[in-house]
């Protein structure tokens, strides 16, 4: 196993170490919901809902500070070298958006670059003020759209992509959760409407040839997330994540926790599983690291 891993898609709110869940819990008065953890098919909508508590959680700067700062730490722990860390400062309102921003570049303290989460669903005027928030902050690489799209929702995936093009001016990186379990069409709207760099999840990919061909002309980056995958009930197996085939194609793929937490997983245990899928091989799982390392935000 390589031990200079890449971790680029991380959410801090569903990535707290157990003990801190306890301590900030105990400090909150509230006891910690023993269904909080993902299982195998739940599903993205419940699997959505469990950031609720995390979330109440860390509605403070300090809380907020600590959690980045405890990322950090164990990632190097682990070997990462690479470091990206998202969420949606939106849902913290215990302070103003930039106040939050900067308490998790502070926890960060430039060991690992932040990404802007708007989410699906919301105002795109909403992800317009993280870019500004972001136009200041060189510590924040780039924005993201996270979450899942629903019926209910006003907004569609295009109507996100003014933010994402003043992101682009700005020379910040920009992925987009997209292709998790639904259509490859949402991967071709985020690249060529959005201008997404990255794409998290993407596991249709291969469900349309003309699409798999747009990411391979692009260079653009899967960040592949095999047990969150598992757990959303978008593959049905582990061995069945297309991880391995995506690299044989020439796939700009590398692998991710998404929520240490949630899923149970540390990034060196999920490289671990990715190294046991069948036709992986050292040199695939070597160039899977080498896409995380390549694939990271550098503001322009």
């Not at 309102?93 to 939050?100: F, H, K, L, R």
């Not at 708007?118 to 780039?142: C, I, K, N, Q």
């Not at 997404?196 to 596991?203: K, N, V």
């Not at 249709?204 to 002309?217: G, N």
């Amino acid at each position: 196993m390589p031990n200079d891993l890449a971790e680029l898609h991380l959410h801090l709110d569903g990535s707290l170490r157990r003990a801190t869940v306890l301590e900030l819990a105990a400090s909150h008065g509230v006891p910690v919901p023993p269904d909080l953890l993902f299982h195998a098919g739940m599903g993205l909508e419940e699997a959505l809902s469990k950031f609720a508590f995390t979330l109440s959680l860390l509605q403070q700067p300090q809380q907020v500070r600590r959690v980045a700062d405890e990322l950090c730490e164990d990632a190097a722990r682990e070997g990462v070298t690479t470091l990206e860390v998202r969420f949606a400062p939106q849902l913290h309102a215990g302070a103003p958006v930039e106040a939050i921003v900067d308490a998790a570049l502070e926890g960060l303290a430039g060991r690992a670059g932040l990404i802007l989460c708007g989410l699906y669903g919301e105002d795109p005027a909403v992800l317009e003020r993280l870019v500004d928030v972001a136009r200041t902050r060189p510590g924040v690489v780039g924005i993201d759209l996270a979450g899942g799209p629903a019926p209910t929702q006003t907004f569609r995936l295009a109507d996100y992509a003014l933010p994402f093009h003043r992101a682009r001016d700005l020379g910040l990186g920009r992925t987009v959760h997209a292709g998790e379990g639904r259509p490859p069409e949402e991967l071709r709207i985020a690249i060529e409407q959005l201008h997404a760099q990255r794409i998290g999840h993407g596991t249709t990919l291969l469900d349309d040839s003309r699409v798999l061909d747009l990411v391979l002309e692009r260079g653009v980056t899967i960040e592949a997330c095999p047990t969150s995958n598992l757990h959303t009930g978008v593959i049905r197996e582990f061995s069945e994540h297309p991880l391995v085939r995506w690299l044989s194609l020439g796939v700009k793929a590398c692998v991710c926790a998404d929520n240490s937490l949630l899923s149970n997983v540390s990034t060196a245990q999920e490289y671990e599983r990715a190294s046991k899928l069948p036709g992986m091989t050292a040199s695939l799982l070597a160039i899977a690291v080498g896409n995380g390392h390549a694939g990271r935000f550098v503001r322009a």
